[in-house]
């Protein structure tokens, strides 16, 4: 395979036009680095990217590439394998936002990346944050520093839990039991911080909307 | 009567003197600082000082000293300035900021030094000898947006992080813009003929002046984290140096003719991570009040000298150049930043509003650094009208665009600071993100701006932390350290309450776990900390935490008639906490 890639046509619709043939010509590039000119691409192939090694939740980042519910699939699980149109899919939820976009239009892009990050959290895919996968997370962040104490992770992600379930549920009863985090909940959270422009990778910006329905 | 023996130092305590009890007046009455901010009413003290001080001798009263300012007066604001950056927002709007301050400030320095020499041309205003380097000159003392009369109007009125600080960075590294370019047009007023050489070198020397600031102040800040190292024996003396290499920074930069500012902020912020994590809580403590309270003296003093360096005979009133100058500061600052922020918003995602924009071109206020750097041009016959113009700009901009800056920012609706306590939640999303956004440009196989930071991260922790902290402390990330400040809280009300009473032997746990981690540091020496922390203990803290973390949440949004916050029973939540966890496991 060389030259200009062949976009299939379903990339463009799956994706909303929101990334331009550059752009996706650069990643086409990227993913044929990826999976040494294969057509598809397994976890084995994310070895060979060596920056990640040292990202504490690499684990979690590569997971959620082959995740279903991220590849706009209706099953649930994961994949073994993804194309370039699923890694097309997985990088669309970090571009960045767009100009002329209405309320509606905004609050549905922030929904979905909010849903990328708690499907990240959420790893046994029940739809909620347990006590224990917010611990889990906890500990993978804290991991590089070798010296610390892992009760303290523990406790920490204890705290974190109990402000989560101070704002999402206010006062509880004493006989009410807090489950864990429902995606309603994580978007409470995420209030106070501005998604939108925070969660982003520069060079998906847009500089013309290519239609090609 | 042995006043000459003590003149000097007892005159230095008068001023200082009067310039805390003039503060503690303005803050007996309340409704005063929320209308007309501290700048004001210090400079108007300083008037009123100066005028009894005219009145009395029948001269001019003591100019503010150009060299007491730059040495004395103002590395003290700028350290505090510096140290207690957030630089989080800082380095995220870096380019921004930096577009400000270098394009901006030299935009305004032209755009008024030629627009001033345009009406030195008229005949009327009897003003032809006034050549245009003189103007250029003057403009480029001028234009430069003042940090310690934003800092002290800013401070007051709480607008969102990001505006804040977009203006502040500016006006704290346009100083090295503003070095060079006065340097460059005083040296070309006294050299007979101007070459393109010459120009280029100013050039040229920007880059030195500004890189080299950074470089030495980073050089002094490490070489602080350094000795503080081997500070565990001496407690006493740590805070002492924290203030010492940063004021070394700063004269060692004017040595040089280097930026003292840049040098300074960047002592200050280089060496504010790793002395932290080897300094005592007490030192830090410490660090954090004195250089508070210096700042504040400073402030205040600067403030009053303004106003009573005004009084006198030292200002040749020319009204016309004096009204074209504040006008042209004006129109040349609010072009700028619209030019400026259209070129910004096109390449950032998070846009800069227009209403923003007002506010960052309104709060453009100058102050004592240009009254200072007129006060030290050479004397030539127009000297007093540049004095006089200089005054004045400096009245205008903190009087009127001082009072007026607040109800236009409740006016415009601008978005304010958000006033919610730092969470625990936060700090890990945060981070998550970080990490997350790191890893996607590793895939993609972009360096952006979260690669970069990773690797400088990376690098930081194989090498630095290696170098600079001491050997058994490990360097806690912002979540552990922001979790265990809000556990020291809430141990220590808990303690005042008297809550923590139930069992004796519990706050002594509580203490070794977090409290005594960084002040006590020979209690963990001989004990490794997983040693500290066995089961039994564990599982008293984790109540202990539950309990009080449980405390935060009741005392939020309830409010109930019959039972006070803080009058829990501790069945219940004991009750609670433990569904919570069988749940959980």
Known sequence: TGGVPRVPAPVTSVLSLAVTSEQIEHLHRRFKQLSQDQLTIRKENFDSIPDLEFNPIRGKIVHAFFDKRNLRQESDGLADEINFEDFLTIMSYFRPIEMNMDEEQLDRFRKEKLKFLFHMYDSDHDGKITLQEYRNVVEELLSGNPHLEKESARSIADGAMMEAASICVGQMGPDQVYEGITFEDFLKMWQGIDIETKMHVRFLNVDTIAHCY | LDYQHVQVPFEITLWIMLASLAKIGFHLYNKLPSVVPESCLLIFVGLIMGGIIYGLNDRSPPVMDSDIFFLYLLPPIVLDAGYFMPSRPFFENIGTILLYAVVGTIWNVFGIGFSLYGICQVKAFHLQDVSLLHNLLFGSLIAAVDPVAV???????????????????????????TVVLYKLFRSFCEMPTIKSMDVFAGVGKFFVVGLGGVLVGLSFGFTAAFTT?????????????????????????????????????????????????????????????????????????????????????????????????????????????????????????????????????????????????????????????????????????????????????????????????????????????????????????????????????????????????????????????????????????????????????????????????????????????????????LDNIQEILARNLYRIRRTGPAYNRHTLPGDTEPAEQAKEILILRHKSL
């Not at chain 2, 800092?151 to 346009?174: D, P, R």
Request: glycine share 4%; hydrophobic share 45%; net charge neutral.
């Open chain 2, 151 to 177: 800092l002290a109007v800013f401070e007051e009125i709480h607008v969102n992080e990001k505006l804040h600080i977009l203006v502040f960075g500016e006006s704290l590294l346009n100083d090295a813009v």
């Open chain 2, 229 to 537: 190292r081997f500070t565990k024996d001496i407690r006493v003396i740590e805070p002492l140096f924290v203030f010492l290499y940063s004021y070394l920074s700063y004269l060692t930069a004017e040595m040089f003719h280097l930026s003292g500012i840049v040098a300074i902020i960047s002592c200050a912020m280089g060496m504010k991570r790793y002395v932290e994590a080897n300094i005592s809580l007490k030192s830090h403590t410490t660090v954090k009040y004195f250089m508070k309270m210096w700042s504040s003296v400073s402030d205040t003093l600067i403030f009053i000298f303004l106003g009573v360096s005004t009084i006198g005979e030292n200002h040749e009133w020319n009204w016309p150049y004096i009204c074209f100058t504040v006008i042209f500061c004006l129109i040349w600052r609010a072009l700028g930043v619209l030019v400026l922020t259209f070129f910004v918003n096109r390449f950032h995602v998070n846009t800069i509003t227009s209403k923003d924009q007002f506010i960052i071109a309104y709060g453009g206020l100058r102050g004592a650094i240009c009254f200072s750097l007129v006060f030290l041009l050479p004397d030539f016959h127009r000297k007093k009208l540049f004095i006089a113009a200089t005054t004045v700009v400096i009245l205008f901009t903190v009087f009127i665009q001082g009072m007026t800056i607040r109800p236009l920012v409740d006016l415009l609706a601008v978005k304010r600071k958000r006033e919610s306590a730092p969470t625990v939640g936060e700090q890990i999303h945060i981070r998550f993100l970080d990490h997350l956004l790191a890893g996607i440009e590793d895939i993609s196989g972009h360096w952006g701006q979260y690669y970069w930071k990773d690797k400088l991260e990376y690098f930081n922790s194989k090498y630095l932390q290696k170098i600079l902290l001491r050997e058994y402390d490990q360097p806690k990330s912002s979540i552990v350290l922001l979790y265990e400040k809000l556990e020291r809280k809430h141990a220590m009300e808990l303690a005042q309450a008297g809550q923590l009473g139930h069992s004796p032997a519990q706050p002594s746990f509580l203490c070794s776990a977090f409290l005594c981690s960084s002040s006590d540091r020979t209690v963990i020496t001989d004990q490794k900390l997983e040693d500290t922390l066995n089961p039994a203990v």
